[in-house]
């Protein structure tokens, strides 16, 4: 079994910033791709950022610049500095990570239970 657990989510006001970290646990062999998503209210759910083992990263346009994605292998753990953040970054964000797990062939992807983020206007 795989947990994926976030934390660090919050009510924070426009400009303001928020640290996510999100830690991996279970029969985990080998992680390959870390990530973010998020989804607001009655919209789907959208790629924030995403980091490889290696270290290359892909973000989404609305947050290049003031988002910072990293991951501590060594931890199975992933972190979202958000800074300079606005209300359309309200919504829940989600980890995503795609592993090998111990004892199976092939890749899954597992998801975390989601952290809430409001940004006040």
């Known amino acids: 079994q795989v947990q994926l657990v976030e934390s660090g989510g919050g009510l924070v006001q426009a400009g303001g910033s928020l640290r996510l970290s999100c830690v991996a646990s279970?029969?985990?062999?080998?992680?390959?791709?870390m990530g973010w998503y998020r989804q607001a209210p009655k919209k789907e759910r959208e790629l924030v950022a995403v980091?490889?083992?290696?270290?290359?990263?892909n973000y989404a346009d609305s947050v290049k610049g003031r988002f910072t994605i990293s991951r501590d292998n060594a931890k199975n753990t992933v972190f979202l500095q958000m800074n300079s953040l606005k209300p359309e970054d309200t919504a829940v964000y989600y980890c995503?990570?795609?592993?090998?797990?111990?004892?199976?062939?092939?890749?899954?992807?597992?998801w975390g239970q989601g952290t809430q983020v409001t940004v006040s206007s």
């Open positions: 995503n990570a795609q592993m090998y797990l111990s004892g199976t062939q092939g890749e899954s992807i597992h």
């Open positions: 980091v490889s083992n290696g270290g290359a990263t």
């Open positions: 279970g029969y985990i062999r080998r992680i390959n791709v």
